[in-house]
């Protein structure tokens, strides 16, 4: 007890105007998010859609959620209209069927796109020359329930820092040829970078949106 809410607490005071940030609560139960929650944060990161589900029974309905793990096209149906944001959408086929399922459920669902830069080759994404294309080829133009806020990367696993911030710079650099590319997008201002161990380096780089777990509510048990 106390240790989790000073962590909120110590972050709020750090993080410099305009970087929100989200806790991730995976792997941790209800009771904790809620001393997170009674320390003033309200956005809550989750990767698994079943257990976001059950935090969402069981927790205040203020509080915004967002989806950052790898979402299996199966069970979008069931996260629609539960989300704020769903972070890390990695293929077309998951844009499209986000799209199809929010107009089914009569809602807007907020997203970024995944970006992969880091050198691990199981993390999902697009490339970053794939992402540009879909801009390019202004395939967002035939969402209609869809908002696209801005992307969401990770750096790689790494103790270099060099590396680390090479690829945040490079997550950024994304987000701003995007921007270049098509002008007329509105709300495109989110970059979604750093966690528990690389988050300062990714605000230097650019970034909006910090995912901090380990820091805040410490080991997951798997
Ligand atoms: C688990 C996870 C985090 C949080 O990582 P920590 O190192 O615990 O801060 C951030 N982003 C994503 C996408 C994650 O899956």
């Known amino acids: 007890m106390g240790s989790i809410s000073s962590e909120i607490e110590r972050l709020h005071a750090l993080l410099p105007e305009g ?37 969402i029974s069981l927790l205040p309905s203020d509080i915004r959620w967002h989806f950052i793990g790898h979402l299996q096209t199966n069970k979008v149906r069931q996260l629609i209209g539960h989300v704020s944001m769903i972070e890390s959408v990695d293929s077309e086929r998951l844009l499209e069927l986000i799209d199809v399922e929010s107009r089914r459920a009569g809602v807007i669902t907020g997203v970024l796109m995944q970006v992969h830069v880091a050198r691990e080759e199981t993390k999902f994404g697009f490339s ?12 967002f133009e ?21 590396r680390i911030r090479a690829d945040f710079s490079r997550i950024s650099e994304v987000a701003r040829t995007i921007k270049e590319i098509c002008p007329e997008l509105r709300g495109f201002d989110t970059i979604s970078m750093g966690m528990s161990g690389d988050w300062p380096l990714a605000i230097e780089e650019g970034s909006t949106l910090v995912r901090v777990g380990t820091a805040i509510f410490g080991p997951r048990n798997y």
């Open 128 to 139: 970053p020359e794939e992402l540009i294309a879909f801009f390019s080829e202004r395939k």
């Open 142 to 162: 035939s969402l209609t329930h869809t908002h696209i806020y801005g992307v969401m990367g990770m750096a790689s696993n790494t103790g270099d820092e060099d």
């Open 19 to 55: 970087v929100d940030l989200v806790a991730v609560s995976k792997f941790h139960p209800a009771e904790t998010v809620m001393e997170a929650y009674r320390a003033g944060q309200r956005i809550f990161g989750e990767s698994r859609v079943q257990e976001l589900l059950q935090k």
